[in-house]
């Protein structure tokens, strides 16, 4: 549907309702200034010879009818066009589009100026019971924004939590929807990822051609399909390398530490097992990185910082 249309469509229920309720009021107001008539406003038959009696004044006044004519349209007009900004901006905050020419490419970090000490955390195969919330505490206390790659099947288990992080103004990327490694055919590609654009959509209202492989293949079929669709294919430059069941909370911490640099693309994960030790090891992990200087863009502000850098 195009804008135009939706703001007709507004418009004409708009105008409907700010005339019924403008008429209402006028009745009200007819009713309580004329004398003699204090219960009268709420008799049917008083309140039609209130209207009559206005109607009336209109009509021998015309100019007075113009003004509230008006007065009415003006009114339904900014209500309208306050509520298509609000939309406008709702949709904008919703949609995640690479810029033109990161669209068909893959990035595996943000190529920016070594005086740029921005860094794109990334957490992978959520929303996840428990860990994901933990994460977005985690993430709100500390002031940061980070940015989601979901898996179709993980939504279809945790919808509100996928909900929540929209919420608090992540950005989301596509991660599949079975987090398949092994070749694949096109249309089994394809269906991966429509799949779950359409329940990430459905659920949460964004739309993203942001596109993480999962673990990281880019041969299997997944990464060419997402570049015949324009999406960006987002790799990483630093592991926490939270993956990995031995390692202990701290290792991650230094993992990142130690990899950090400005325009770096960091991995974790909130969901696909027992995250508990990436959610120990992320305010330190993210101490740290404020001690170096850095601050934390998504992934299409680490795009659009290049972008502007190159420009
Ligand atoms: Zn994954």
Redesign the pocket.
């Given at each position: 549907m195009s804008g135009n249309h939706l703001f007709q469509q507004l418009r004409k229920k708009w105008r409907f309702v700010a005339l019924a309720l403008t008429a209402a009021a006028i009745s009200f107001i007819v009713g309580a200034l004329m004398p003699g008539n204090q219960q009268g406003s709420n008799n049917p038959a008083t309140a039609r010879v209130q209207v009559q009696n206005l109607n009336q004044f209109l009509t021998v006044n015309p100019s007075a009818k113009q003004v509230a004519d008006d007065r009415t349209a003006f009114n339904v007009d900014r209500t309208v066009e306050k509520l298509l900004t609000v939309l406008e901006s709702k949709e904008k905050l919703l949609t995640f589009v690479p810029p033109e020419q990161f669209q068909a490419t893959t990035v595996f970090e943000g190529k920016v100026k070594n005086s740029e000490k921005v860094i794109a955390l990334t957490v992978?195969?959520g929303p996840w019971p428990e860990t994901t919330e933990q994460m977005l505490d985690i993430f709100q206390q500390n002031d940061v924004k980070a940015t989601f790659?979901w898996?179709g099947k993980s939504i279809e288990n945790s919808p509100e939590i996928a909900r929540r992080v929209v919420a608090r103004g992540h950005a989301i990327g596509n991660?599949t929807w079975h987090?398949w490694y092994d070749p694949m055919d096109a249309a089994t590609a394809a269906d991966e990822i429509d799949r779950t654009a359409k329940l990430i959509y459905e659920t949460t209202g964004v739309k993203t051609t942001f596109f993480?492989p999962?673990?990281g293949v880019l041969n299997n079929g997944l990464a060419k399909y997402a570049k015949q669709q324009n999406y960006a294919v987002v790799m990483w430059s630093v592991t926490s390398a939270d993956t990995d069941p031995r390692a202990q909370p701290s290792a991650f911490v230094n993992n990142v530490l130690k990899g950090a640099k400005p325009g770096a693309i960091v991995l974790m994960?909130d969901g696909?097992g027992d995250r508990s030790r990436t959610v120990k090891a992320l305010p330190e992990m993210i101490a740290g990185l404020k001690k170096q200087g850095y601050r934390f863009v998504t992934i299409p502000e680490l795009l659009e910082i290049q972008g502007q850098s190159a420009a």
């Open positions: 992978d195969d790659f898996i991660h987090h993480r999962p673990g994960h696909g």
